[in-house]
């Protein structure tokens, strides 16, 4: 069992900044593939980004490429997600997910077997 807490949300302005963090439990996180999501309003739960257990691969979605970065250190079992010149079109609830396939950047929500409570990002125009 995983247990997995986002941080970092928040309101920024339009090109601004932000950092979250997940922070997950347990003693084997880079048995884990992470993987961020995230869910505007009225929208489903929209992959976009995701990192192997090693850190060594990462995959992003076509709208945040180039502008998030994702990260991990596993040595303080957190995975990151730094984004730059932010949107409005970037508001919305983010997920962290925890993949047991360690090797596999999975996109999809099904593949992922533990989930974050989320954390709100609003981006002002």
């Known amino acids: 069992q995983v247990q997995l807490v986002e941080s970092g949300g928040g309101l920024v302005q339009a090109g601004g900044s932000l950092r979250l963090s997940c922070a997950a439990s347990?003693?084997?996180?880079?048995?884990?593939?992470m993987g961020w999501f995230r869910r505007a309003p009225g929208n489903e739960r929209d992959f976009v980004a995701a990192?192997?257990?090693?850190?060594?691969?990462?995959s992003y979605a076509a709208s945040v490429k180039g502008r998030f970065t994702i990260s991990r250190d596993n040595a303080k079992n957190t995975v990151y997600l730094q984004m730059n010149s932010l949107k409005p079109e970037d508001t919305a609830v983010y997920y962290c997910?925890?993949?047991?396939?360690?090797?596999?950047?999975?996109?999809?929500?099904?593949?992922?077997?533990?989930w974050g409570q989320g954390t709100q990002v609003t981006v002002s125009s």
């Open positions: 997910a925890a993949s047991r396939t360690p090797t596999i950047l999975w996109t999809k929500v099904q593949y992922y077997d533990y």
């Open positions: 347990g003693r084997t996180f880079s048995s884990y593939a």
């Open positions: 990192i192997v257990g090693s850190g060594s691969t990462t």
